[in-house]
């Protein structure tokens, strides 16, 4: 008899109830039908009165199969408590039948309509199953040795025939509905819109899809299935992709531009947590599984992640343990064949759960961002490219001309679209959306600002986009200003990664440095911002920095103290080293850093406690302050404390940059006047070829380690 795994291939917002997979055990035979009573009457009373919009003839039939169990389940309550063995068998398969029964009741409930629609032929097959589970049941279930009453007992033998007969069956209205939705993908694959009669009466009228919020509830419960798709699962990624494009375009084809609820709160928030997810689990006295844990925090996992031995990791703990330099797997000391982290699904999804029934807070990350990490994206479909094409014209038109709060919900929507894909943001770009955004920057409205801006930033991802947002006469200058002045936290830090994203295009550089106020605002934001404000600024710092001619406007704007303050801050520290290591090159930015009381002595600390990028930039500071500060730099860094030993540590255990680069101060110190008494002779034994500063690299960033990830918002 199959078990519940036949729901395996079916995509559910959430993971079935671990009872389905497991037979009650070490209950009296009164208690299990007294357990097996509660759930189909249970079901009954849900259903038995509830019209589904879709598998409605499938679910009728279940439901009354379900309430001849009922009858029986009640005989047996009242009458005799000792039953046969293979009764209770039986009955304990009963409980598994009826738990993926209610699985499926559930599914259908609770899904998307299209989604429903699009999985007509798979979910009547498990009602199919069913059936033929129920057959099964009955054939060889020991009714005789039971003593029914003869109305009982017709009832069953009824059911038997009546299982024995069924067949599959598939609703014809429904598969009707299901062509034509494939009907409509199709027209936009040929590069046609389809009849905007025909999709009022099909979503509005045949589908009860007729405003915002519920065409939103469809458009994210299509996206939840892309993120979780897998290979054997029908429709496709890239075919499911084309519904969500066609499923947005008619929202606001025939909706227009109301209000749907989602993404209009100003920053977006999501609830505070408390502190650690163990401590708020300890404060109710529950005990965490085990298994649930990870190993390096011992914290409730929130993204567990498998790494190439086949142990899992909560993503943050394991992604920090490979920044530090580590090539082996902290449980099992092997070393690892790679690095890639694969997201364990199945053990989120059981964590969910748990977390759900316990009411412990569960906050995990993005899906959209660990999907994208782990696996390849779809290539989207000729049908999802039009689609999102005649939606973006659409978003642009309102954009455009229609009234402050039709305009800000556009702007809310082409910062969706923009989020994903370069074809969408070509297509949003070329629509002419950038002149209308840079018209909302300046808006007294904070949501419309801060939508805006992050709109902006997604679309100069976009590396044609970049020309275009540049070009825009004022836009450059509305950006800083929201970067200066912004109504909110989160528009000045989206604009913050807007500089730092069109700042990856070296001619634009030095237009962006000298744009008022740039470079000042972001060195206030590195100096007092959230720690996402400050990771924002100090990249776009950096990418500033490499530029030649901006190392006098970063002095003047107070950036070199920022990045120098920057240090004591292990979230930025390793990107302000690299912005250092590049503006101490020049004469004046070495003075300028050399002034910095707490310049040495942070990245001495960097080169102790630093991740190896960290420990590399800071040494390869040090070695620039040296060249370009002249005698008095160069006396300041001999003459700070531990570094004999740092520099020793870095030559056997730095990355191969930082062995380089510690070596050939070593040989700075041992030119001087009292290197021998301060280093004992250190890199005398050192003679690496090719190191001097004769040979000092021509390239100006290439001495540099940070990791460059434009931080695109997923607000």
Not at 186 to 201: D, K, Q, T
Not at 311 to 338: F, V
């Amino acid at each position: 008899m199959a078990t519940a795994a036949i729901f395996s291939s079916l995509r559910r917002r959430r993971s079935p109830c671990l009872e389905a997979f497991l037979a009650p055990v070490d209950l009296s035979d009164a208690a299990l039908i007294q357990t097996l009573a509660s759930i189909s009457g249970e079901l009954v009373s849900c259903y038995a009165s509830r019209s589904l919009f879709f598998q409605r003839m499938n679910s009728r039939s279940l439901v009354r199969k379900i309430e001849v169990f009922v009858v029986l389940l009640e005989f047996l309550r009242d009458g005799r408590s000792d039953l046969p063995s293979t009764a209770v068998l039986c009955l304990k398969e009963l409980y598994l039948l009826l738990y993926r029964s209610k699985i499926l009741l559930d599914y259908c409930a609770e899904s998307s309509k299209l989604w429903l629609l699009l999985q007509n032929h798979s979910i009547s097959g498990h009602f199919h199953d069913l059936n033929q589970e129920i057959c099964t049941l009955l054939d060889v279930f020991p009714l005789k040795n039971l003593e029914l009453s003869e109305d009982v007992w017709e009832q069953l033998e009824l059911l038997q025939k009546q299982s024995r007969r069924a067949r599959f069956y598939v609703d014809k209205h429904d598969e009707e509905l299901r062509a034509q939705l494939f009907a409509f993908l199709n027209e936009f694959e040929n590069g046609r819109i389809p009849n905007p009669a025909e999709l009022r009466v099909f979503f509005v009228d045949n589908l009860g899809i007729s405003n915002a919020k519920s065409f939103r509830a469809e458009i994210d419960f299509l996206e939840e299935q892309i993120m979780n798709h897998e290979g054997d699962i029908e429709p496709q990624a890239s075919i499911l992709q084309g519904f969500v494009a066609l499923t947005r375009f008619c929202r606001f084809l025939l909706c227009g531009f109301e209000e749907d609820d989602v993404g209009m709160r100003c920053g977006n928030k999501k609830k505070q947590r408390r502190g650690l997810i163990t401590q708020e689990i300890a404060d109710t006295f529950i005990t965490v599984p085990k298994d649930f844990c990870c190993p390096i925090s011992l914290d409730l996992m929130q993204d567990p992640v498998i790494v190439s031995t086949g142990q899992t990791y909560d993503r943050r703990s394991i992604a920090r343990w490979m920044e530090e330099g580590h090539c082996n797997c902290p449980k099992t000391g092997q070393m690892l064949a790679h690095n890639r982290l694969v997201p364990n699904r199945a053990l989120r999804n059981l964590i969910m759960q748990w977390c759900t029934a316990h009411g412990v807070p569960y906050d995990p990350p993005e899906m959209i961002e660990t999907s994208a990490e782990a696996f390849p994206a779809a290539l989207p479909s000729k049908a999802a490219l039009e689609a999102n094409k005649a939606t973006a014209k659409l978003l642009v038109q309102q954009l455009a001309s229609g009234p402050q709060a039709a305009r800000t919900i556009a702007a809310k929507e082409i910062r969706l679209l923009a989020k994903t894909g370069k074809e969408n943001r070509a297509f949003i770009a070329e629509a002419g959306a950038i002149p209308h955004l840079r018209e909302l920057l300046s808006s007294s409205s904070p949501i419309a600002q801060e939508i805006s801006v992050t709109a902006m930033l997604n679309l100069s991802i976009y590396d044609k986009n970049k020309s275009r947002i540049i070009d825009e006469k004022g836009c450059l200058q509305s950006i800083v200003d929201v970067l200066r002045i912004g109504r909110t936290t989160e528009a000045r830090e989206n604009a913050a990664a807007t500089l730092f994203s069109l700042s990856a295009v070296h001619d634009y550089k030095k237009r962006i440095a000298d744009e008022g106020g740039a470079v000042e605002a972001l060195a206030g934001l590195l100096r007092e911002g959230t720690p996402r404000g400050k990771k924002d600024a100090v990249t776009a710092l950096f990418n500033l920095s490499t530029h030649t001619e901006n190392c006098l406007k970063m002095i003047e704007a107070g950036a070199v103290s920022a990045l120098v303050g920057a240090l004591e801050n292990e979230v930025v520290a390793e990107e302000a080293a690299g912005s250092l290591a590049l503006i101490v090159r020049q004469p004046k930015g070495a003075e300028a850093v050399g002034k910095e009381e707490t310049a040495v002595s942070g990245l001495i600390g960097m080169m102790r406690c630093g991740t190896p990028r960290g420990k590399e930039n800071a040494v390869a500071a040090l070695l620039e302050l040296c060249r370009s500060g002249g005698s008095a730099a160069t006396e300041r860094v001999v003459k700070a404390p531990s570094l004999a030993g740092l520099l020793q540590s870095l030559l056997f255990t730095g990355t191969k940059r930082a062995r380089r680069k510690a070596a050939s101060l070593a040989r700075v110190f041992q030119r001087c006047e009292n290197a021998s008494l301060h280093f004992g002779g250190l890199g005398v034994g050192y003679a690496f070829a090719g190191n001097s500063a004769a040979n000092r690299d021509s390239g100006f960033g290439n001495d540099v380690s940070v990791p460059m990830s434009i931080p695109v918002s997923v607000l």
